[in-house]
């Protein structure tokens, strides 16, 4: 169901009169393409389908077609905002008059934000979730302008709040939450979970079921999987790349970058490094490519690297260990919790030390057997069930529901 929202709306404007017994309003309105559509299809899938008699609802801005979300039943409803809330900044006075209003009108049981910013006068338990670093690391932020210097800055003093005010605050790995307990001074939270993120059901079958290709029935290219963010410094994998091709044995060696145009300005600045550094044919930048195109990346290329300056998790890093495919990465942020031993950890802005392990792994079948073994593993440890498991916890408890549905499952197995 698709609504347009209006000052006017209401429970039975979006329901009519069957209402369902909870109403959760999931704040989406600063969705992106690649991550953030990929976490928002995966939650709330699996929510809506084991929690039936709950009602969703996801405000979201007026994208284009290609952040349409599929359609998840008769108690999913998205809610369109007005075209203002496409701008951050009109969102967010939108937001101030209108959500408190629209939280009252129809009948809310919970409002949930996955940006981690809770929201003044909404006077129903908040549940954030914390998964964005960038606002802590000031080389990420000062390459942005002034607008980023701003923009971290009331982040964290929002971020500091929501912990003192949230009925409940989610992080997508432990280092996130060191990162924000940190900077809300640690503050105790009134409840917290981890909310890792996943991958496919189709990727964990593989990963399960399928043995990965050794090297030699590889195709002999390095590919990197993410949104083309400036803090994902893909400049360090060209110019690795380029010392990789001056060594004789990798002369045929390219890099391939796909994922997501996230912003227009630095998918330009890495073309011109390109061509500065004489290698249009040893790069390829394939933003934009479908999923079934990166997925057959990930089953034919030699090597996954990533060598970002921050991540909360990465997503693509451990898609590519579903398929088998060895990683080396950036020894950063939450990049270490989630690859464990699966990976190489390299410096993130040395190409000399990155091109080193590229050709370290490249060289030693051992290692690289070794390494396609291990990711297979560590990805089956990263379930988007377990954690829709602890968001409805979370849920559950903030809203006064925990008691009341565990008696109703042990009467139900009782009666099994």
């Not at 994902?232 to 970058?257: D, H, P």
């Not at 040893?282 to 999923?291: E, I, K, M, P, T």
Request: aromatic residues 8%.
């Amino acid at each position: 169901m698709r609504v347009n929202w209006h000052s006017g709306t209401t429970a039975q404007t979006l329901w009519g009169r069957n209402r369902p017994s909870v109403t959760l309003l999931v704040n989406a309105l600063g969705m992106a393409r690649g991550g953030d559509c990929t976490v928002h299809t995966n939650y709330w899938s699996r929510l809506v389908a084991r929690r039936p008699d709950w009602g969703l609802i996801l405000l979201r801005s007026p994208h284009g077609p290609e952040l349409d979300l599929p359609d998840l039943g008769s108690n999913c409803c998205y809610l369109y905002g007005p075209p203002s809330t496409n701008n951050v900044y009109r969102r967010i006075l939108w937001q101030r008059r209108w959500l408190p209003k629209l939280v009252r009108a129809i009948q809310c049981s919970a409002y949930i934000a996955l940006n981690g910013v809770t929201q003044s006068k909404i006077h129903v338990p908040q549940i954030v979730l914390f998964q964005d670093p960038t606002p802590f690391f000031r080389r990420i932020y000062h390459r942005a302008g002034l607008r980023g210097r701003i923009r971290a800055s009331l982040l964290r003093w929002l971020w500091r709040r929501s912990v003192r005010q949230a009925a409940a605050t989610g992080y997508t790995s432990n280092y996130m939450r060191s990162l924000i307990l940190h900077n809300a001074k640690r503050t105790a939270e009134k409840r917290h979970f981890i909310a890792y993120n996943g991958i496919d059901d189709s990727m964990r079958r593989w990963a399960a079921t399928m043995s990965p290709r050794p090297l030699e029935q590889r195709q002999p290219v390095i590919l990197s999987v993410s949104g083309n963010h400036l803090h994902k410094n893909f400049e360090t994998l060209i110019r690795a790349i380029g010392l990789l091709r001056a060594r004789e044995r990798f002369r045929e060696y390219r890099l391939r970058i796909m994922g997501w145009t996230l912003v227009p300005s630095y998918l330009q600045r890495l073309r011109e490094l390109v061509e500065q550094l004489g290698l249009s044919e040893g790069v390829a930048l394939d933003f934009d490519q479908s999923q079934a195109e990166i997925a057959k990346a990930y089953q034919e290329s030699a090597l996954f690297s990533l060598t970002s300056m921050c991540e909360s998790f990465g997503i693509p890093s451990v898609e590519a260990m579903a398929y088998g495919l060895p990683c080396v990465l950036g020894a950063t942020t939450a990049v270490p919790e989630i690859a464990d031993d699966a990976a190489v950890l390299v410096p993130p802005t040395d190409p000399q030390l990155v091109a080193d392990a590229w050709e370290r792994v490249l060289s030693d079948t051992s290692l690289y057997r070794n390494l396609q073994e291990a990711g297979q593993r560590r990805c089956l440890d990263f379930s988007w069930d377990q954690t829709v498991s602890n968001w409805i916890d979370a849920i559950e408890n903030a809203i006064g529901l925990q008691g009341t549905m565990s008696a109703s499952r042990a009467r139900a197995t009782e009666q099994v």
